[in-house]
């Protein structure tokens, strides 16, 4: 099984400052990496996948980079509404084998 | 793009079989570009794939399930199912029905929060 460990738990920024949330893999992964946003009693919002690409509707404030087994989700200046917990999710198996990351909290500072 | 709605009882006993549909409405679950899956979220183990079905009938599971789920198709309701077998309480979660298509999980249902307990 791959394993996703996000870093760090919980993050602790202002709004109008810049957020960067890491994704590990415990094997490479090649760009096999999408990002996920929750807000409290939401479902999961797709945001990033292929390490890179904005889902549609997705501000630019939101970009993924990485491959391999390094991630980064940065969002560059933040807005009130981006304060959620963000998961990672990888799709390199196939058959699949699918897991996510275990999140991280962004919260307002 | 499609909606989905989950549905079925928000309580199973240990041992007993948990049982969900997921309705699918505004587009055809017979499309070959899409696999109907099943997340979960618990607060121990996070969010967790469970498996998917393609409309054909062709399924993928979790492994980690040790094949006590079941996911089907009924084109002719527009629906998909789980079965997960011998729950535990472990099996307590919140259960999404989802879309995967073109490498990425971008649509999802509202959620169904199933609890195991006597």
């Known amino acids: 099984e791959i394993v996703l460990t996000q870093s760090p738990a919980t993050l602790s920024v202002s709004p109008g400052e810049r957020a960067t949330l890491s994704c590990r893999a415990s094997?490479?992964?090649?760009?096999?990496l999408a990002w996920y946003q929750q807000k409290p009693g939401q479902a999961p919002r797709l945001l990033i996948n292929?390490?890179?690409t904005r889902a549609t509707g997705i501000p630019a404030r939101f970009s993924g980079s990485g491959s391999g087994t390094e991630f980064t989700l940065t969002v560059s200046s933040l807005q009130s509404e981006d304060f959620a917990v963000y998961y990672c999710?990888?799709?390199?198996?196939?058959?699949?084998?699918?897991?996510f990351g275990q999140g991280t909290k962004l919260e307002i500072k | 793009q499609v909606q989905l709605q989950e549905s079925g009882p928000g309580l199973v006993k240990p041992s007993q079989t948990l049982s969900l549909t997921c309705t699918v409405s505004?587009?055809?679950?017979?499309?070959?570009?899409?696999?109907w899956s099943w997340i979960r979220q618990s607060p121990g183990k996070g969010l967790e794939w469970i498996g998917f079905?393609?409309?054909?009938?062709?399924?993928y599971y979790n492994p980690s399930l040790k094949s006590r789920g079941n996911i089907s198709v009924d084109t002719s309701k527009n629906q998909f199912s789980l079965k997960l077998n011998s729950v535990t309480a472990a099996d307590t979660a919140v259960y999404y029905c989802?879309?995967?298509?073109?490498?990425?999980?971008?649509?999802w249902g509202q959620g169904t929060l199933v609890a195991v307990s006597s």
């Open positions: 989802v879309v995967y298509g073109d490498r990425k999980f971008d649509n």
């Open positions: 094997q490479n992964i090649n760009s096999n």
């Open positions: 505004g587009g055809s679950i017979n499309r070959g570009d899409y696999y």
């Open positions: 292929g390490a890179s």
């Open positions: 999710q990888q799709y390199f198996n196939w058959p699949p084998e699918y897991t």
């Open positions: 079905i393609y409309y054909s009938g062709t399924t």
